[in-house]
């Protein structure tokens, strides 16, 4: 893939948020290059469990219409099983009396679980059927219509947006953990998440249990394998499984579904979200180029990235000069 000497647009990153804006971006007419330093089955977006839920992200209020607007995208996806895209039933579970998600029944039609339909412990739930994405898939999925669409690719490290390149046209940063040190922007911080993945034994029904003693399980089914889940750790940079916590973490979705108690495991993985107390989407500037910031989206990368993708390209558009902070 040979890049243009200039491009309209330069994306950095190649995660789920880089490669969705680039795509978004090409779609509109924009001719736009993803510099990036590691191929998208590199990023930690490869191993997540990538159900469709507005998990760990903030302002909310933000963070639900992206959501909403990258649901309806999901599921026209969904039709194609070339995407990865699956839409499946499954129950969040409560254990607080009164509670329930924040986004189901309004935002996703669902229904109060049955007696039989809940573990020990939970005294309630909301069952609703949402987007499954297997990443890998979806990825190569993502990559390839860009390639169709016309993007082109330079994978190589940056220092600093000053190697960019490509004269003086919009910068999109859209870079995961490495946005903070291309921008300074220190409120964006590692987020430690370690999932376990196992065979799947038959299993279509996933389990969101926030509530638990050992903190958020999830149990998340795929065509061959099932994502358990996990943790989420702010400020935590190792990236080396724990096997203590894997071993917690199947215990609790044992508990879940007793079928995933004698599931092969085909891997232990540790991978670092971006989280920021807000999800940085706005407009800067760097060397006289405008930069448009989009990082931060914490455990709702893919759950917001058409959304978020659809604002990128307004604001490339728009050729805002002014600097909004947030």
Avoid at 65 to 86: I, N, Q
Avoid at 250 to 265: H, I
């Amino acid at each position: 893939m040979t890049a243009p000497d200039v491009a309209d647009v330069v994306v950095v990153g190649a995660g789920v948020i880089g490669l969705t804006s680039a795509l978004a971006l090409a779609q509109s007419g924009v001719r736009d290059t993803v510099v990036a330093d590691r191929l998208p089955a590199d990023t930690v977006s490869a191993i997540a469990a990538a159900i469709w839920e507005p998990y760990d992200a903030y302002p909310k209020d933000l963070v639900l219409r992206w959501s909403v607007e990258s649901l309806a995208r999901f599921t026209e996806l969904a039709a194609d099983p070339d995407t990865g895209v699956a839409k499946r039933e499954g129950v969040v579970l409560q254990r607080v009396p009164g509670r329930t998600a924040w986004w189901a029944g309004d935002v996703v039609a669902a229904r109060a679980a049955r007696p039989d339909e809940l573990v020990d412990g939970a005294v309630s739930g909301e069952v609703c059927t949402v987007p499954v994405i297997v990443m890998p898939i979806y990825l190569e999925w993502l990559l390839g219509e860009c390639v169709r669409e016309g993007v082109a690719f330079e994978w190589r490290s940056l220092e600093s947006l000053d190697d960019v390149g490509h004269g003086d046209c919009p910068i999109v940063v859209a870079a995961g953990l490495v946005a903070g040190a291309l921008t300074g922007d220190t409120r964006l911080v590692p987020v430690r998440g370690q999932i376990v993945r196992v065979a799947n034994p038959g299993l279509t029904r996933w389990y969101i249990d926030e509530d638990n003693a050992r903190g958020c399980t999830y149990v998340i089914p795929r065509a061959d394998d099932v994502i358990c889940g996990g943790t989420n750790e702010p400020g935590e940079t190792d990236r080396t499984p724990d096997s203590t916590v894997a071993q917690s973490i199947l215990a609790a979705a044992s508990k879940l579904e007793p079928r995933l108690a004698d599931a092969a495991v085909l891997a232990d993985v540790v991978g670092l979200r971006p989280g920021r107390d807000e999800v940085r989407l706005d407009v800067g500037e760097h060397a006289g180029r405008r930069v448009v910031h989009s990082y931060g989206h914490g455990g709702a990368g893919v759950t917001t990235s058409w959304g978020v993708a659809g604002d990128v390209v307004r604001l490339v558009s728009e050729g805002r000069a002014g600097v909004t902070e947030r």
